[in-house]
């Protein structure tokens, strides 16, 4: 397992790397550059591309791995033991799958909607969206993949659904606003070299703590989070300050989309199954790990609105922005917002764990990270 966890990280690392460098080069000729102005923090043409590297870093091992399956399944040797066009298939490979074969479905469904979501990011780089618009194609994306993972897991249904003891509808509803919300708060974070793909990779990490400190570790959700983890890192070779790409809306989107639903993926609790986690404040942990950005998607809106502005036309008043404001260098900046996502992050999933005390403990130090972070934010003037 371990050789296959290395294995599938570095493909989508080597993928995304290979990706973001064709991208870049090819960034002016599409007409995807990021040319500065107001509300940017950079100074010169830079291309805003990169999210091509991110999803076929992600893709393409993904694709690969589901082709192996098919494949496996249509080349049965004689004497019980499987191949693929001639080669042998391990002992583990072989034992694992009717699970493997069971989630193809699931892996493609997901793959169409970050498809959707890279497009719709990569067109709203090429010529911006009206904010309204991109957030009803959003909707009707998750939407599609709330419903028609129906239809690919129809053993345990609910495929894509958060919370399913609600009932279908309330559900569906509720998973569809949690992706939509998710999908927003990266690209919203996606404000300054490095920050929304670092956090990304933070948040990543923690969910894969999470899949395989589960009771039954979830090796599908595993695997799909070193391949976002993969591409992430892959991309951050170029991005981390200072940056000679962006993401652009058809990466920051896809991070958000890929975290979103793979957190719904993820089981935290659930009351009909003995050895499933069994603490039901277990389902918070996706707002533990994702208190940064969510934190900042609320605030930023709120104060748009407060400030008689439409809630998703940008501005300057993020929290990395207002580190700067500070003093703080703009990479400096960015290390503190990982430090704070990790440290919001790391014990989370320790609420699978821990008894009723030491969860509202946990809670208080998620608390009292908010409330200096909030500090932080109000010491001043900071308003643009």
């Known amino acids: ?3 296959a966890a290395v294995a599938i990280f570095l493909a989508a690392f080597f993928l995304s790397v290979g990706g973001t460098y064709v991208a870049r080069r090819y960034a002016g000729r ?10 940017k923090v950079h100074t010169v043409a830079t ?6 590297g991110i999803f076929w870093g992600f893709a393409l091992p993904l694709l690969a791995g589901v082709g192996a399956v098919l494949l496996i399944t249509r080349n049965s040797a004689v004497g019980g033991h499987m191949s693929i066009l001639g080669y042998g298939v391990p002992d583990a490979v072989v034992q694992n799958l009717p699970g493997l074969r069971a989630h193809v479905p699931l892996a493609l469904v997901l793959l169409a909607g970050t498809l959707g979501i890279h497009i719709l990011g990569l067109v709203d780089d090429r010529k911006p969206l009206g904010p309204w618009s991109k957030v009803m194609a959003q909707l009707a994306i998750a939407g599609a993949l709330v419903f028609i ?15 399913t003891s609600l009932g279908f509808m309330p559900s569906a509803i509720l998973s569809i606003l949690w992706i ?10 996606d404000n300054m070299d490095g920050l929304s793909a670092g956090v990304a990779f933070i948040c990543a990490a923690m969910f894969l703590i999470a899949a395989l400190f589960n009771p039954h570790p979830q090796w599908f959700v595993a695997a799909l989070l ?3 983890m993969g591409s992430t890192l892959g991309f951050l070779c170029f991005n981390f300050p200072p940056a000679s790409i962006f993401m652009g809306d058809g990466g920051s989107m896809v991070l958000g989309f890929i975290l979103s639903v793979l957190t719904i993926r993820t089981t935290y609790y659930d009351a009909g199954n003995p050895d499933a986690p069994h603490h039901w404040y277990s389902v918070f942990m996706p707002l533990f790990v994702m208190a940064v950005p969510l934190y900042d998607l609320v605030i930023v809106m709120v104060l748009r609105v407060v400030r008689g502005r439409s809630p998703m036309m940008g501005d300057t008043n993020h929290f990395s922005h207002r580190l700067t404001r500070h003093g703080f260098s703009k990479r400096a900046a960015v290390l503190i917002i990982y430090a704070v ?3 919001t992050g790391f014990s989370a999933p320790l609420l699978v764990r821990v008894d009723d005390a030491s969860a509202l403990l946990l809670a208080g130090q998620l608390l009292a990270i908010l409330v200096v972070i909030g500090i932080l934010e ?3 003037d900071h308003t643009t």
């Not at 599409?30 to 107001?38: A, E, Q, R, Y």
């Open 341 to 343: 996502t990790f440290a």
């Open 180 to 189: 939509v919300a998710l999908t927003n708060a990266f690209n919203f974070l």
């Open 30 to 39: 599409l007409g995807l550059m990021d040319d500065p102005g107001h509300r």
């Open 226 to 228: 070193l391949l976002l």
């Open 149 to 163: 993972g129906e239809y690919a897991d129809p053993v345990r249904g609910g495929a894509f659904r958060i919370l």
């Open 378 to 380: 109000r010491v001043g």
């Open 47 to 52: 291309p805003r591309n990169g999210g091509i």
């Open 1 to 3: 397992m371990i050789l």
